[in-house]
Every structure is written in C-alpha cells, then in structure tokens.
C-alpha cells in the first residue's frame, strides 16, 4: 500500500467514513489524495460504528465504468447502502437498488415529474409553502427548527406529489419508520411476506393515486 505521507495521509490512516471528517464541509484534500494516490482502496473502519470495510473509487471514469457495468457490480444483489440493515431487500428496495432495465423503466416514471418544465410549475408553490412555514416559525418567537421547517417542507411536497392528504403528512412520516431499537429489531427478524411499517404509505398511495392525476397541486 502506498506510503505517500502528503497533507499527512497514508493508504493505511485516511479516513473518508467518520462524520467528523465532514463538520466542515467535505474532506476536499483526502479524496483528492486518493485519486491521486489510491483511487480503489479498500477503506477500513477506524471508529466506534464505522462500518467494517468498505471499497471505495473516486475518480470520476471509474465511478461511470462501475456504474454502467450493473452485470458486474449490481446494486440489485445486496442493494446499494454502505450501513444497510435491511431485513428483506424486496420489501424495502429503493430505486437505487435496481438494476437496469427495471430500473431504467422506473426511472422513466419518475423523471417525467421532475423535468425542468414541471420544476418551474412547483417552484411558485413551495417557494410560497417556504414564506407561511417561516413566517409562522418567526412569529411563534421560539420553535424547534426541524420539526417546524425543515421536515414540514418536505413533507408537504411529497404528500402534494402523491396526492396525499396534506394533513396526513405526519401520519406517513411515522408510518414510514419504525419507532424504537425493538420494533427495528422486529423489522429485522419479520419474515417474507409480512408486511414493514412503510407499506402502509404504499397503500395509501394506491388509494389516492387518482386523486393526484386528476388534481395536481
């Protein structure tokens, strides 16, 4: 492994994993250091919690060649998280952990909502959503600011998305999470077939599916 002590780094002592490394934005010389040095190494954890070992590329012609060559290095196998604790892949499989074409068809779907076109229709809207969860945040004097603005936006725009009560937005919040270390534990251990809390929003997504063709917000 290189012994290359530039800027401090070595192959065996950089570390791109602990959240530390990014309280002040992204660790701009390591990842420099190792496209330069170690474009593919193998990162080991070196924390309390950090994940066992993991590879990791970064130059930017690697990255795309892996990311083209899905019969390689699927995201579909194992899904696509570093800290995955996924009990069942098909219950949980994000868009990310497909493979082409399914994925390639999904994303096809999803896409034809966020084209520039329909950005700049939406952006009026939230911009407005932005000013009323604000001023109510300012003229309330003290609020807790997650709960009150960072988590509301969000939430209203995907409720407005999937034509989603906007008043229920909370309710799919909590629905799609599970509550405490034992009913994760319990997600964990769920068998096939059995359903995860999330699906819940599934299905209240296929009900008002209509709802958000017919009246889009």
């Known amino acids: 492994m290189s012994t290359d002590i530039s800027n401090g780094f070595t192959a065996d002592s950089i570390d791109i994993q602990s959240a530390d490394q990014y309280v002040n934005g992204p660790p701009h010389d390591a990842f420099t250091w190792l496209r330069d040095n170690a474009p593919v190494i193998r990162h080991d954890g070196m924390n309390d919690g950090d994940i066992e070992w993991f590879w990791a590329l970064t130059r930017h012609a690697d990255i795309t060649e892996v990311s083209r060559q899905f019969q390689t290095w699927s995201s579909a196998a194992e899904g696509v998280l570093i800290a995955d604790q996924r009990g069942n892949m098909e219950e949980t499989r994000l868009l990310v952990d497909i493979d082409p074409p399914e994925h390639t068809r999904m994303r096809s779907l999803v896409n034809r909502g966020f084209t520039p076109r329909a950005i700049k229709l939406m952006a009026d809207n ?81 009900r008002t599916g209509c709802r958000s063709t017919q009246h889009p917000a």
């Not at 604000?134 to 003290?142: D, F, I, R």
């Not at 009560?165 to 909590?174: A, L, Q, S």
Request: charged residues 25%; glycine residues 4%.
């Open 126 to 206: 939230y911009a407005n959503v932005t000013t009323q969860l604000v001023t109510e945040a300012v003229a309330a004097g003290e609020v807790e600011f997650v709960t009150s603005v960072a988590a509301e936006l969000p939430l209203i725009a995907i409720a407005q998305m999937l034509g989603i009560p906007v008043e229920d937005r909370n309710k799919v919040f909590e629905w799609s999470k599970p509550h405490d270390r034992h009913q994760r534990r319990r997600l964990l251990r769920r068998p096939r077939g059995r359903h995860c809390s999330g699906n819940r929003t599934v299905r209240v997504c296929r």
